[in-house]
């Protein structure tokens, strides 16, 4: 669920502290015990971010970091389980946000986990972008309506992490299924993004 709402200075200071005491940890192995994240702001307004959740050691951490622009890997803090992230479009993890959350694996082969936040924004067109967290499909296909007003459906398949539907442009709710099989074939599993939060650019996707 999206959220956009304003907080404290005094809050987000305390927040900070407590995420400093408790954050910082003995070095891990992103792939080994507990990953990175890479926040992805589909709101193209984000400035900082708060992140919380447990650490590599078992340990609850908080932590409040600059982002800037679409990718922003966020380096040297190490999470696993439930992992929770506010993108702020002010410094210090201050003003208006938006949330998102994702279960981060304990082991996994890449380098980050992939965490896109977004708010329910449509008036723009964008292409899509989809981040293959967990590793098990081989295509996926976007249905939607383009910027032309057409309602359709595209399929592409996914031969890495990281694979942009390029030359197809969406705008509103759109439905990203991912399949076993490339070709968009064998059971499909999908789900609903709000697309347009800002004209011309990515949005990011996960699975």
Not at 109 to 124: H, I, K, L, Q, R
């Amino acid at each position: 669920m999206l959220i956009v709402r304003k907080i404290g200075r005094i809050a987000a200071t305390l927040a900070v502290i407590v995420g400093s005491l408790l954050g910082l940890s003995t070095a891990a192995h992103a792939a080994s015990n507990g990953q990175q994240i890479m926040v992805i702001d589909n709101t193209y307004r984000g400035v900082s971010a708060w992140v919380s959740g447990t650490n590599q050691n078992g340990n609850s951490a908080a932590t409040c970091m600059p982002i800037s622009g679409f990718e922003n890997p966020l380096n040297g803090w190490y999470w696993k389980g439930t992992v929770y992230v506010t993108v702020y479009d002010g410094s210090g993890c201050r003003g208006l946000y938006n949330s998102s959350q994702r279960d981060v694996p304990t082991y996994d082969s890449t380098d980050y986990w992939v965490v896109p936040v977004s708010n329910d924004n449509a008036f723009g067109n964008q292409q899509i972008v989809f981040y293959d967290n967990q590793h098990i499909a081989n295509s996926f296909s976007i249905t939607g309506y383009n910027q032309g007003g057409a309602y359709v459906t595209g399929c592409w398949n996914t031969p890495g992490f990281k694979t942009i539907a390029s030359g197809w442009w969406w705008k509103g709710r759109v439905t990203v299924s991912t399949y076993p099989q490339t070709g968009c074939n064998g059971g499909a599993t999908g789900q609903f993004w709000n697309v347009g939060s800002q004209d011309g650019t990515y949005f990011g996707v996960d699975d």
